[in-house]
Every structure is written in structure tokens, then in C-alpha cells.
């Protein structure tokens, strides 16, 4: 059984992804071990207790020194021999404590197509404005794993999808999301519990069935 452990900040739609993914058996194998929430009032910790998955809030106010923050989610991830680290929307940063940790075991769903429209202060609607203002006609989400730097890492998995002429930051944010952030992040789940990811430098090679 592949231990998951997610980490959130808000509605926690992809969340919800994964645990529709793990009922449906497309995730056989997964399960949701914890669920540790930034934000004391993030929706995503309800989702998580109606599906009986053990969450807490461990956010930074509380743990002022970077190196106690990471203890303080080594330490509760541990106690559930978590096997992946999931960010789904998780806003805060760990140090490398953590991310030794759980080296080339951290993965992140990006709301846009790296390496545009990501970095420090590039997460909720932002890309997506920016996607807009620039006038790209297409955008899309990545999964990748996790390094220090701001969505760098090798990347997994991406998926595109259209802007249209019409679009708000909100109608696009709405199809990203939809379209792109809750198929590939369960995918890349998948392609991670079946053994199929082969990290080669800067690239990810993806072992064909
Ligand atoms: C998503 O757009 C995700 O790509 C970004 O933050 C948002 C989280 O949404 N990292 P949710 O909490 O999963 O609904």
C-alpha cells in the first residue's frame, strides 16, 4: 500500500481528486495516510475528516524557526510511515530538513505550464492573471518533484489546455483545474505507486507499461 501524505492551504479540490481516484480503483493501491493543512481554516480539512483521514494544521505561525517547522511535519508524517508527499496547493515553504527527508519523494501540481508562470509569488490566481495579461493561448498545469527552489524540480507530467478570448483569471483558474490539476496529479500518483518514474538528471523517463 502506497502511504500518501497531502499537504493543503485551501478548498482542497485536489484532494478531493485523489480520494474520488483512490474510491473509484483508479488509485488501487494508494491510500491517504495524513493530510497536514498551512492554514487552520482551510476547507481541505474538512474534506479530509468526512473521509476519515486524520489531518492537522501545522502552520508556521506556530513554528517560527524553519528548522522546528520542518521537525514539526517530519515528526507527524512520520507517525503514519508516509511513503509520498503530495503538495496540493500547500502555500508555505519548507526547509531542507524536509525535504532530505523525503528526498525525490515530494511531488507539486503547479496551475501552469513550467517553467512559465511559476516561481515565488506565482500560486492561486496569480498564474492564470498573468497567463491573461500576457496573452498566451495556451496554459496548463505540472506535476513535479520537489526541490528548494520555487516550482523547479523535474518535471512529471503536464497537461495544456485552451484560453479563450473570453476568459476571466477565474474561467481559466475553473478549466486548469477541471481539465488539467485532477487528472495529471492522481496520474503522476499512479505512474509514482507503480514504480514507473525514473528520475535521469534534470528529466523524468516515464517506463512504459
Ligand atoms: C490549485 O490551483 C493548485 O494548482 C495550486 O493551488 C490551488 C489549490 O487548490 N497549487 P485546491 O486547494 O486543491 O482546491
Not at 496547493?89 to 511531488?107: A, Q, V, W
Not at 473570453?166 to 505512474?191: F, G, H, N, Y
Request: charged share 25%; net charge negative; with cysteine.
Amino acid at each position: 500500500m502506497l502511504k500518501l501524505g497531502v499537504m493543503v492551504s485551501g478548498g482542497g479540490t485536489n484532494l478531493q481528486a485523489i480520494i474520488d481516484k483512490i474510491n473509484s480503483g483508479y488509485l488501487e493501491g494508494c491510500t491517504v495516510a495524513a493530510v497536514v493543512s498551512s492554514r487552520p481554516g482551510a476547507y481541505a480539512l474538512e474534506r479530509a475528516s468526512k473521509h476519515g483521514i486524520p489531518s492537522v494544521c501545522i502552520s508556521k505561525k506556530d513554528h517560527t524557526e524553519p528548522k522546528e517547522y520542518d521537525m514539526a511535519l517530519i515528526e507527524y508524517f512520520g507517525k503514519f510511515d508516509v511513503d509520498l508527499i503530495v503538495l496540493a496547493g500547500f502555500l508555505s515553504m519548507f526547509g531542507e530538513d524536509f525535504i532530505n527527508r523525503y528526498s525525490n519523494r515530494i511531488i507539486n501540481i503547479h496551475p501552469a505550464l513550467i517553467p512559465s508562470f511559476c516561481g515565488k509569488g506565482f500560486y492561486g490566481i496569480v498564474p492564470h492573471q498573468k497567463a491573461l495579461e500576457y496573452g498566451v493561448k495556451i496554459t496548463g498545469a505540472t506535476v513535479h518533484f520537489v526541490e528548494l527552489e520555487y516550482d523547479s524540480g523535474p518535471i512529471i507530467l503536464q497537461k495544456a489546455v485552451p484560453v479563450l478570448d473570453d476568459d476571466t483569471a477565474e474561467t481559466l483558474q475553473k478549466r486548469v483545474m477541471e481539465q488539467a490539476e485532477w487528472e495529471i496529479l492522481p496520474e503522476a500518483i499512479k505512474l509514482y505507486a507503480e514504480g514507473r518514474l525514473v528520475i535521469e538528471g534534470r528529466k523524468v523517463r516515464i517506463i512504459e507499461k
